[in-house]
């Protein structure tokens, strides 16, 4: 069927509600909306479901919710015979009471969609494990691995705008599903033509059954020892100082809860929080967009950090697996007065409070002997190389791979498994970051109790963040990274960033001053370096992303997102000072983007 034939099915087939049909027939005169709501299905990929929330096939809402559910009973009732098979003797259901952790965000509809979630796998005799209100994604991932359960669910958006939800999926080691994984259950997603077929019971059936549990502080308690438990220097005194001034946003979201408990506990005294933004609000109301990349999202907190002279600002997005760092640093002005203080604050990108992260975690280990051997950290193809500099200064080894935690994750385990090696640190430059083993995503609990805690340790010795990182700088070299978004939406969008790959595939732009070394198709899996005029295979699975390495190690990259409609370039440039390697940042940059806007012409660049 074409939209227009799916529109009319979904307008007259008796299974969609009332409701759900007077929204359809309120977009009956613009076919521009009936087009892009039904050119085809929301796609389930290896970030899950994500897209707006309305009614239609390529929307969220309770029926693709449900269809993507139906899809997901049908792979893990196929895993069920799988283990039946490997091991005898095994009741059948006995897998499926294994059960499927579900916690969900406060967007629009989350707790609808989450419940309809759980009682689709409940219908399918399949035991959910519900949490009892909104939890951040990072407790749900431990959450699986604490209840040895087959899978988990998180309906979430992440940092994207009010409007949109999302459905993500976790295998029971934890981590997000893998390509593998989510291609099996997108099979059976597809093979659901029909939604009347898709089971459903009530609630109170599902609870009767013993189906369906509701979960919550006791999964709390044990997260929050968990995350406790990774604290560094905290647990000896005179170590830290506990009267660092912190402010905190959670920009209406999950982490409030959390991160307010975890440094409270961690003896941390002089603690703000912005009071505005702690309600969970699906609308967050306060801020434009509520992802802490975002410097404007730091509005408020900064108003609160200047009035209480904090050192660091803490903010996490609404899903609390993300978190952005603000640092006092010098001011800009020559005449400081009450309106214009003697110092501001910087908001580091992602792969600066990696670097900052990463050599206070591997330094204060090896001080405390506790680093141990064959150690190993993980970044993804498009994060600071100065990590891997950093890393290697400690002894301890670099593995990259493709953008996404699922596969920061995935890698960790795969090494520990078969190299019996120790996971340190994983992280990437769009501030996710994670250490410990107990959690198998991004985690901003975990980073907002570490962060403080070298703050801390830094402000005893009478330094601020700032000034660890420019020290940083100046032992292991000046690395300048920044991340452009061209947002291209609907199928004309998809158009434009498949175009835009194909030209760069075809033909480089040439930089001035910048001699190419090679470039990596990670879709075909090739490496071809210009200088050998060799080509050598990737390790790395095959994914639409484009990166270009020059004869200095800087690079820029090219890859169209899985999860929002936009390409995204990222570009790294190192150099002796700063300076330089801005310079030649900026320059590859401009470059760059004037290439894209004679492609594609008036674009939104963020």
Known sequence: MDYLEKYKFWLENEYFSEEAKAELRAIAADEEEIKDRFYKELEFGTGGLRGKIAIGTNRMNIYT????????????????????????????LEYLQKGVVIAYDCRHQSREFAETTALVLAANHIKVYLFSDIRPTPELSFAVIHLKAIAGIVITASHNPPEYNGYKVYGPDGGQVIPEIANRITAHINRITDYSLIQKIERPTALQQGLLKIIGE???????????????????????????????TP?????YQPISTILKQQGFTHLYFVKEQIPPDPEFSTVESPNPENPAAFKLAI?????????????????ADRLALAVKSP???????????????????????????????????????????NSFIVKTVVTSDMSRVIAADFGVETYETLTGFKFICNKAIQVEEKEKKNFLFGYEESIGYL?????????????????????????????????????????????????HSVYLEGMEGEQKMAQIMETFRKELPPIPGMEILRYEDILTGTSYNLKTQQTKSLDLPSSNVLKIVFTDGSWYC??????????????????????????KLNLTKSIILKKIDSLIGETEKI
């Open 435 to 483: 250490t410990g083993t107990f959690v198998r995503d991004k985690d901003a609990i975990i980073s907002a109790l570490l962060i403080s805690e070298m703050a801390a340790y830094y402000f005893r010795q009478k330094k601020n963040l700032f000034q660890v990182l420019q020290e940083l700088y100046q032992k292991y070299g000046y690395y300048q990274e920044e991340g």
């Open 65 to 92: 919710v449900s269809r993507v559910t139906q899809g997901l009973a049908n792979y893990l009732i196929e895993k069920a015979q799988e283990e039946i098979r490997k091991e005898e003797n095994i009741p059948p």
């Open 251 to 255: 920009l209406h979201g999950a982490g």
């Open 218 to 248: 006791e999964v709390d308690s044990q997260y929050l020892k968990k995350v406790q438990g990774l604290a560094i220097r905290s647990h000896f005194p005179g170590e830290i100082d506990p009267s660092i001034k912190i402010v905190y």
């Open 331 to 373: 001011s800009s002005s020559n005449s400081p007065s009450t309106s214009n203080p003697p110092f501001s604050y910087t908001i580091l990108n992602g792969n600066q409070v990696g670097v900052l992260l990463l050599h206070y975690i591997l330094s204060s280990k090896q001080e405390k002997q506790q680093l141990p051997p």
């Open 558 to 583: 090219l890859r169209p997102s899985g999860t929002e409609p936009k390409i995204k370039f990222y570009f790294s440039f190192s150099a002796p000072t700063q300076k330089e390697a801005q310079q």
């Open 303 to 319: 108003q609160l950090a200047q009035k209480v002279e904090a050192e660091i600002i803490l903010a996490t997005d609404p899903d």
